[in-house]
């Protein structure tokens, strides 16, 4: 899929600028590989300005045709986009599980959340109606349109090379805007085939448009005076760094940061369905996702039954490449996060947590080179240690032990990251509680994973979201549309001229 082919056999990636592949004039590159097995599989262009610059000349002459086409008619590309999706759901999974590492189940169901917001944006004409309010003044009508932002910008992590891209363009697209992707360096690939796919819906050329790169690119995009709106999602460093900048240079902005997502178990709770639960939202995608359990918070009696359901069910899991029937959880991204989230094992052993199950140990026969690392669950965590207060983004499981709920919510709500959160329990009062004191934008009772459907919106709270507005549903909406209010007046009716003074009688 990746046409262009340098010396070596290592295929190079190309940039998606004004409907057509096209090579990047930088000079600087990078290397994807496959997780499982170590190997570079393409280059991809780290993109200079000029090269940002082309793709946001391509987003800026094709936003008015775009604009000014009838939101059906943008809906019905939309459409056609959606089926193609549906159709090449199994390509694009192999890809993300390819250059990512996770699983093909796992992948699949990543690209099925994403498609669930192109369904979404097949609607989003119905949400652009305005209001409208007839004799604000006597013989004076309001009313308000949303209009879009203009050239949008979407800066994407490595975690979901489908999905995130998919919560943001679609969106922006079907209100009317033009955007310019720029996806994770080491995912690459899974934008350039939905951009295509996109074209091959009927997209207009240069509506959508991909570059791909590091800081440097990311740079280029936030310093362009031509884009409009930045969305972002990443880690929390990067998103203030986003976030600020777009402040600066007066951009629109919504920058979705890191997290430490806690699941707070209650004595009451079905431990073997909790166990289960957190099992997946611990180790699935290899920890490797922002709505990820990385801590347990459990309350009184719960801690003891509760790690060794844990402990039994984290050894049971099933670890090699992403493609083998049978494997449960693959490899890391790259050597060097493998080796980071190791060092973080090694780090809590020395802060004196318990390590329950250390999977810094584990080989994977006939992938030596593959950036694999075992479950691992530490018990008889403290706030003060690091792993407990950094995203440590691998599989690693850590417990804490609080006294009663009150003391669990306090725990939480102290943790400056606060996207997702759980609690489980059989006790409707506990849970009504926990919801409402909760400080944290995403949460689930007996639910691990509370990512909201498309038709609501996601994001997080504090260090976890930088901005006002969350991704895709009404919210993403929000985001790509200006509101403008009309009032008008029409002549040579029974009312009089307005004179020098405001009217003080409607
Ligand atoms: P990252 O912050 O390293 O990179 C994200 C994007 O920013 C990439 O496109 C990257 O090229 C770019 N980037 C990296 N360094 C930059 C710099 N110094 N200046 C400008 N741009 C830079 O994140 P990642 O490692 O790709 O993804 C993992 C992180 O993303 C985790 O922290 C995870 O929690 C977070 N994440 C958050 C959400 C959410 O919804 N809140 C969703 C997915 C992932």
Redesign the pocket.
Known sequence: MNKSVDAGNITRVDLWIAGRRQRATATRSGDVTNPATGAVIRKVPFCNAADVDAAVKAAASALPGWRDSPPLRRARVMQKFLQLLQANQKELARLVSEEHGKTLPDALGSVQRGIEVVEFACGVPHLLKGEHSENVGTGVDCHTVRQPVGVCAG??????PVM?PLWMFPVAIACGNTFVL?????VPSASMRMAELFKEAGLPDGVLNVVH???E???AILGHPGVNAVS????????R??YETCAKNAKRVQA????KNHAVVLPDADLEFTADALTGAAYGSAG????AISAVVAVGAAADPLVSLLKKKAEAIMVGPGDKEGVEMGPL?TRQ?RDKVAGYVDQGVKEGAKLVVDGRGLKVPGHENGYFLGTTLFDNVTPEMKIYQD?I?GPVLVVLRAQTLEDAIALVNRNPYA?GTAIFTESGGAARRFENEIQVGMVGVNVPIPVPVAFYS???WKS??FGDLH?HGMEGVKFYTRTKAITTRWPHQDTPAPGLNMPTLG
């Open positions: 800066i994407t992590p490595f975690n979901f995130v720029k996806p994770s360096e080491k790169g590091d800081k690119t990311v740079d972002f999602v990443g880690s929390t460093p990067i998103a760094y986003i979705l940061g890191g997290a490797e996702r922002c709505m991204v996060h995203e983004f996207n996601f994001g997080g976890s979201l991704v």
